[in-house]
């Protein structure tokens, strides 16, 4: 299976919202609502921003959030910050125990 | 507080087989109620779910690898390990270990503890 479609970069000035695409198939995103966002920071470990489409870990400000749409899940972040310019990778259960990731999308905080 | 380290040989030649292991401390890989699991990143590329392991030893692993791969947990150290065999440049990655979300109330597949990161090359 390939991995899920994102594209490589997006942007936004500080106040602003943007949103990051995440597109997989019917075998793999469509078919599930298990899809997660994890944020990477430079040098650092990725960080479970959400679950469950929609979902927030405990901690995680109410700016980011989560949807789907067919084959289609989106990350919003609203209100843009300066520590947001991170990478953004979208994964989904894609079946037979099987997890898969996209390729990333680089945020930049203009 | 939960943490993960992983450790094992930065360098490894090709064809030979790469072995980490993930120490874990401030939590149990013998609980019932997570999935542990192994992910890498090549250098400047995107994250890959590599296998997850279960305290009861059931593991599931990624279909792309999965001739390859091995995940172990050993209680009595309590961390588990992965190898992967028969090595080229392509593995060449940061490894990480991770540890799922409360599976009792989620999906096994969200992970919100990791690992550092170990860095592996394949070179002869």
């Known amino acids: 299976q390939s991995a899920l479609t994102q594209p490589p970069s997006a942007s936004g000035s500080p106040g602003q919202s943007v949103t990051i695409s995440c597109t997989g198939t019917?075998?793999?995103?469509?078919?599930?609502?298990?899809v997660s966002w994890y944020q990477q920071h430079p040098g650092k470990a990725p960080k479970l921003i959400i679950f469950g489409v929609t979902k927030r870990p405990s901690g995680v400000p109410d700016r980011f959030s989560g949807s789907k749409s067919g084959n289609t899940a989106s990350l919003t972040v609203s209100g843009l910050q300066a520590e947001d310019e991170a990478h953004y990778y979208c994964?989904?259960?894609?079946?037979?125990?099987?997890?898969?990731f996209g390729g990333g999308t680089r945020l930049t905080v203009l | 507080q939960l943490q993960l380290q992983e450790s094992g040989p930065g360098l490894v030649k090709p064809s030979e087989t790469l072995s980490l292991t993930c120490a874990v401390s401030?939590?149990?890989?013998?609980?019932?109620?997570?999935?542990w699991a192994w992910f890498r990143q090549p250098p400047g590329r995107g994250l890959e779910w590599i296998g997850s392991?279960?305290?009861?030893?059931?593991?599931y692993y990624t279909p792309s690898l999965k001739s390859r791969v091995t995940i172990s947990g050993d209680r009595s150290k309590n961390q588990f390990s992965l190898n992967l065999t028969s090595v080229t440049a392509a593995d060449t990655a940061l490894y990480y270990c991770?540890?799922?979300?409360?599976?009792?109330?989620?999906?096994?597949?969200?992970?919100?503890?990791w690992g550092q990161g170990a860095l592996v090359t394949v070179s002869s």
């Open positions: 019917n075998s793999d995103l469509g078919a599930y609502d298990y």
């Open positions: 991770a540890r799922s979300r409360d599976i009792v109330v989620t999906s096994k597949f969200y992970f919100d503890s």
């Open positions: 392991i279960y305290y009861t030893g059931s593991t």
């Open positions: 994964s989904s259960y894609a079946g037979n125990n099987n997890l898969l």
């Open positions: 401030g939590g149990s890989i013998s609980s019932p109620t997570y999935y």
